[in-house]
């Protein structure tokens, strides 16, 4: 956390999800091709380290950089023969996209629409992901954080 505070001197830091959490993520081509494969996949992902968010006017707040590894596809025909790790969230769904679908779709995401965070007991799937809701992405894990401080600044009033 201190190296964290040294990089974000003028931003407030809150902690959104803690090392070890479990995520899932989707990735969805577009180009199809020409074998009758799936076009989307759901991949893990484990935080190496604690995830946080910044802001510096307590409304924009974006993700921090955070070590993070994908270790196995869930869903989809895709053999990882190896993990991919990222230096944050978006790095790493940029990662995974230039190593298992080089050519196949952008590698850019917005991680809080992306990411969903996981319980260890639970498994996920395309559909929980997709129509279910029954996963919270990191958007709305950001939208209770952000409600819950100004519920809290307007009880210090």
Known sequence: ??????????????????????????????????????????????????????????????????????????????????????NSLNNLFSNMVAFYFPMQRSGACNAFDYFYLTDENDKAHLYDIKFNNRFQNLNGKRKEIIFEMKRNSHKIK
């Open 1 to 86: 956390m201190n190296q964290l505070e040294r990089n974000h001197k003028s931003f407030k830091l809150v902690k959104i999800a803690s090392q070890g959490q479990g995520l899932v993520y989707r990735i969805g081509l577009s180009k199809k091709t020409n074998e009758d494969k799936e076009n989307e996949f759901l991949f893990n992902c484990t935080l190496l380290e604690d995830l946080y968010i910044k802001s510096r006017n307590d409304e924009d707040w974006s993700l921090c950089d955070c070590i993070c590894e994908t270790t196995k596809c869930l869903e989809g025909d895709i053999q990882m023969i190896e993990s991919v790790k990222g």
